[in-house]
């Protein structure tokens, strides 16, 4: 049997793969499992190193258990749509479910000290921190996410995040 060569991680760093992949899946754990592995396999194509691919898949199935726990309910008529884009210049990951909708800022923060030993509640903080943006919209039903991890230009290192700005008034 004859086994294709695999490219060296460098080689898919000087020229990655871009295209886009789409999934219609239900409303279970497998699905969570198979969004992760496409995430997964999305990054090392983009030449990503293990910490990044890492992060990447793990934002990725913290999104799919939101949609699949909370947003449809472990319901598997319901669907999740999944979509998994290199640009060149970008990681797209987006996903959608069926469910109620939800507003992602009237969460509780994770991070306050009365929900610390809460064992739920930070799969968006999650995203937020292993990805480059995070970006929820409304849907009819259910609620849109999309992940964006910026990629570095062959060579270089990731751009800079330009400063957020305050929404204090």
């Known amino acids: 049997m004859k086994t294709k ?4 991680p460098q080689e898919l760093v000087s020229h990655p793969q871009t295209g886009r992949l ?9 699905s969570v499992a198979e969004i992760e592995a496409a995430a997964l396999k ?24 939101n949609a699949v726990v909370h947003g449809n309910q472990f319901d598997p008529t319901r669907q999740i749509a999944a979509g998994f884009e290199n640009t060149g210049a970008l990681l797209l990951i987006t996903l959608a479910d069926q469910g109620k909708g ?10 306050a000290a009365e929900n610390l030993l809460r064992g739920s509640g930070r799969g968006i903080l999650l995203m937020r921190s ?14 849109g996410l999309t992940l964006v991890k910026r990629l570095a230009p062959a060579g270089g ?13």
């Open 5 to 8: 060569p695999v490219s060296k």
């Open 22 to 30: 789409s999934l219609r899946l239900s409303s279970t754990l497998e």
């Open 42 to 65: 999305l990054a090392f194509a983009a030449g990503l190193d293990e910490d990044e691919r890492f992060g990447v898949a793990l934002a990725a199935r913290e999104a799919a258990v």
């Open 102 to 111: 939800f507003n992602p800022d009237l969460l509780p923060d994770p991070l």
């Open 130 to 143: 292993f990805m480059d943006e995070v970006h929820f919209r409304q849907l009819q039903p259910g609620t």
């Open 157 to 169: 290192k990731h751009k800079a995040l330009p400063p957020r700005a305050s929404s204090a008034g």
